[in-house]
């Protein structure tokens, strides 16, 4: 049941707030007479704050009085429940928030209050933005690898973004080749051993502003075949003169042709 609060012209009433953001009656006090000594008066004031989430947001207030008001605040005509551990009180009475999330958002006020009365600020709001960032690679792989055969390969992919992207690896076309339930947050490192085929690896970051991807070719590098059509002439005491074709997909840097002389024991290399 809702009571009535009658007034006198000449009194005014004044009221402070609880924790369930109802009001009640604190006091009443005539009209004309003057603020009573000691009565809590705030010298500064919150303002209005725009931050990034994971910032820290300091909402300013100091009072006075006599005795020292004892200040806490109010986020949306609730108390601020001081025992998270990101919140914290200043000695002039500024709240600071660390590490700001969204759920911060909302409009402030600061309470003075001590023995003589309660005095609270205007509702200042703290608004706090999340920062939103397509994903990127900061350390892409290289567009072609090439090893030896039977080597081992270590490819790293770094791809950064707001909120930050999980990082895969394919194999081919279809070939997944990171755990769905271990998708790693940032980075990914990917060993291959004993290399024998040429295969594309593509790295993948995802978030949910989208989907990057790049490609890389680790190329194996396998010897050469033997040259054909090898026709010998021109044979002397001193020199012979050799022919051949090759065929091979590489591109050739040099021949090596070996040779041994009648009689000897170790082959000789000429390039």
């Keep these: ?104 958002m909302g409009k402030y006020e600061c309470v003075a209050e001590n023995s003589v009365g309660t005095e609270h600020t205007k509702p200042t709001p703290l608004y706090v933005k999340v920062r939103r960032v397509p994903p990127t690679f900061s350390r892409p792989p290289e567009p072609v690898y090439e090893v030896m055969l039977g080597a081992n390969l270590t490819l790293t992919c770094v791809a950064v973004g707001s909120p930050m992207p999980t990082v895969k690896w394919r194999k081919g ?39 990057i991807e790049a490609t890389s070719l680790v190329k194996v590098q396998s010897l050469p075949a033997a040259p054909t059509d090898v026709i010998i002439s021109e044979v002397t005491a001193t020199q012979v003169r050799l022919e051949w074709s090759y065929k091979g997909p590489e591109d050739l840097q040099y021949y090596v042709i070996q040779y041994k002389p009648k009689n000897a024991n170790q082959a000789s290399i000429m390039l």
């Design 173 to 211: 076309v279809d070939q997944d080749l990171t755990p769905e339930n271990d998708v790693p947050v940032g980075r990914n490192v990917l060993e291959l051993t004993d290399i024998r085929v040429s295969t594309n690896y593509t790295c993948i970051a995802r978030s949910n502003l989208g989907v």
């Design 1 to 104: 049941m809702k009571e009535k609060l009658s007034c006198r012209k000449t009194e005014v009433a004044r009221f402070r707030p609880v924790a369930t953001g109802r009001w009640i009656l604190k006091e009443i006090v005539p009209s004309g007479d003057k603020t009573p000594a000691g009565f809590p008066v705030i010298q500064q004031f919150p303002t209005i704050r725009v931050i990034e989430t994971s910032h820290t947001a300091v909402m300013q207030c100091k009072a006075t009085g006599s005795p020292p008001p004892k200040i806490y605040w109010l986020k949306d005509m609730k108390r601020v429940d001081m025992t998270n551990p990101r919140y914290s009180i200043n000695s002039e009475g500024s709240l600071q928030i660390d590490n700001s999330e969204e759920s911060d």
